[in-house]
């Protein structure tokens, strides 16, 4: 069976299920949102059209996996995670790359043992400023052009929602980050972006809606400081610096929530000042949303419309953006977000991430009855090689063997009818 060399991230990330149905997709459907159907016996798996690796985190691989390459004298540093998924940071590690920083933002590796003839990686979610002024303490030229094209990792989807950033403050807007604080993406926006102007991040349209209430003079000004209080920027003044807004995200946010709090903030400025005012009062931001989120998201919900009866959706627990696939799901079925095939302990039980209490917990009996509908799919950080022994354990768990999901792939199929077009 042909299996894809890849150019882009190394070979034993991928899986060969998971590059079939990639392969299918190249031919058939390509425009489709319709996910793509996996017969296994009574076992119909369904596969969402966008799961997995986006652009960002296969560049930033390879940039990590060229460093390794080129440099195997030399010792490299990751500032932190490079994305969000521990096969892959584990990975790394094992390769000889330190971290100098941990997942809670300690510091692993001091300022004074780096020098300039390390070799130090940028994440793909970028990096504050802070960081980079110790990188230069350590000697590391992180503004050379050399550095950016070999080492800085950071997407140029997030570059963009800086550069963004830099020019709404120019223009006078103060910057609403609509992400999660201590996210190392939101604390890098927030820190390039406060370099020009006033900023606030709000989580979500809640949040949002607490803001376009005091802008609107409906809450005091102490109530607000009293929940906002430390997650804006240095000076932020909240009776001065809310009377021209722009609104950037995460880029892992659900993209559909960051056009709700936009639109909550853009009505809190018309009330105040006029609809004949609100460009004025209010930039609009929509051009700096991340594709890649975007077809993920839009994928998981055409997925929902073929009625899946259990979803499994393969991530890191610390993946943004795989929580939210997995939110989406769980709007219409059960839906477990697992970290690895390990995790699906037996036929019977399933070790899977709470969202809601941030804890593993085992759920048993998770698995229905043949015939049934499983959904699977993984977040932007997570290898196909994942996704892929968690299809074949599921299917073993029914008894399906390899020849089984052999004779499936031969006949991929779309679940038609999805109208949608990407
Ligand atoms: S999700 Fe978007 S912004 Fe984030 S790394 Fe991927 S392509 Fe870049």
Redesign the pocket.
Known sequence: MAFKQFDRVPNHYAGEIIQQIKNFRQEEGKRSLAPTRLTIGQLEVLVPRHFGF????ERAIHMAFSALERHPDRDIHLVNEIIHNPLVNDDLRTRGIRFLYDSDGQRQVPEKSLSGDDVVLIP?FGTTLEIEASLHRSGVDTSSVSFRENYDTT?P??SKVWDRGEELGREGFTIIIHGKFGHEETQATHSHTEQHTRTLVVRDAEEASRVADYIMGRTSQDAFVAEFGGKWSQGFDPATDLDRVAVVNQ??MLAEETQQVAGILREAMRDRFGEDHIDEHFADTNDTL?Y??NWNQNATKALLDAEPDVAVIVGGYNSS?TAHLVEICETVMPSFLISSAEELLSPDQIRHFDLGAKTTTVTDAWRPQLPTRLAVTSG?SCPDVLMNSVVEKIASFYGYDQGDIMAGLSSLSLHEPTADVV
């Open positions: 986006c652009f960002g985190v793909a997407c989807f997030v880029t892992t991340c890649a989120t953006n932007a």
